[in-house]
């Protein structure tokens, strides 16, 4: 197989290389399959998580220095990943759910992205995370314009 690869003057990446045993977990490209289940993979949620986490947090900072309403970082929020994760303007461009929802058939990880997601735009409500921010329900976060993944998920798959 190597030589394959060093003929087309490509090289494996040894950080990289694993060898799976017969039935265990793939992960590949930001999918992870087992058997026939394909869900996103858990280095796809953490990357995910992590850009989530940093524009929240940029956003904080953005509402502490100006003294902005909340409200507009939340919905910055909204925008920057529902752009991210469903941009419709170009047909040929491969947005997030372009990629993973045709191939995926499990919603677990679309769930914890979304959860992450919501958690984090409640975060800028308060700039604390704890219970209090679900005073700030699910409806005042559709009325921003947030749009689930695992709903889109769904509503594409019909």
């Known amino acids: ?29 930001g999918f992870s399959v087992d058997g ?18 940093r524009k929240a947090l940029s ?3 953005w509402v502490s220095k100006t ?17 991210k994760f469903f941009e419709e303007g170009d047909p040929d ?6 990629w993973f929802f045709p191939v ?5 990880g679309l769930a914890e992205i979304d959860h992450y997601l919501q958690d984090n735009i ?6 604390r995370h704890n219970k209090s921010n679900y005073r700030v329900r699910y409806e005042d ?6 749009r689930s993944l695992v709903h889109e998920f769904h509503e594409w798959m019909k």
């Open 1 to 29: 197989m190597l030589d394959y690869f060093r003929r087309y003057h490509l090289e494996v990446n040894p950080s990289k290389e694993h060898i799976y045993a017969p039935g265990e977990p793939i992960e590949f490209l």
């Open 36 to 53: 026939n289940s394909i869900d996103v993979s858990m280095a796809t949620r953490q990357k995910m998580k992590g850009k989530i986490r």
């Open 59 to 61: 956003l904080h900072r």
């Open 67 to 83: 003294g902005k309403n909340p409200v507009f970082a939340m919905k910055a929020m909204v925008n920057c990943f529902n752009r």
């Open 93 to 98: 461009s491969l947005s997030w759910s372009r």
């Open 104 to 108: 995926i058939n499990r919603t677990e």
């Open 122 to 127: 409640r975060y800028l409500s308060t700039g």
């Open 141 to 146: 976060l559709k009325a921003l314009g947030y």
